[in-house]
C-alpha cells in the first residue's frame, strides 16, 4: 500500500516531466489529471488522520427508543379496507 509520502513522491515526478517538456500534449493532459487526483487524495487521507487524533471520528448511534406496539386489529381492518378498494377497481365487486 502507498503512504502519503509515496503519492507526494509520485506527483513531484509527474509535475517535473510534465515542466521538463518530455511529454507531449495528451500525456501532460494525463499526468496533470493524475497529479490532481494524487492531491486530492492525500487531503482526504489527511482530513481523515486529523478527524481520528482529535477524536471527532464517528459518534456511536443513540440508543434506539422504545416502538410503538402492534395494533393487530387496527392493522386486520385496514388490510380488509384495502383489499376491498383493490377488488372494486378490479371490477369483481358490486
Do not use: H
Request: cysteine-free.
Amino acid at each position: 500500500m502507498l503512504s502519503i509520502n509515496d503519492f507526494g513522491n509520485i506527483s513531484s515526478n509527474i509535475q517535473s516531466s510534465i515542466l521538463s517538456g518530455e511529454a507531449m500534449e495528451n500525456n501532460k493532459k494525463a499526468a496533470a489529471a493524475t497529479a490532481a487526483v494524487l492531491n486530492y487524495i492525500i487531503t482526504e487521507e489527511e482530513a481523515i488522520s486529523i478527524q481520528s487524533s482529535a477524536g471527532l471520528g464517528v459518534k456511536p448511534a443513540p440508543a434506539p427508543s422504545a416502538a410503538a406496539p402492534v395494533r393487530l386489529w387496527g392493522a386486520s381492518g385496514r388490510q380488509a379496507q384495502m383489499q376491498m378498494r383493490n377488488l372494486m377497481q378490479m371490477k369483481t365487486f358490486k
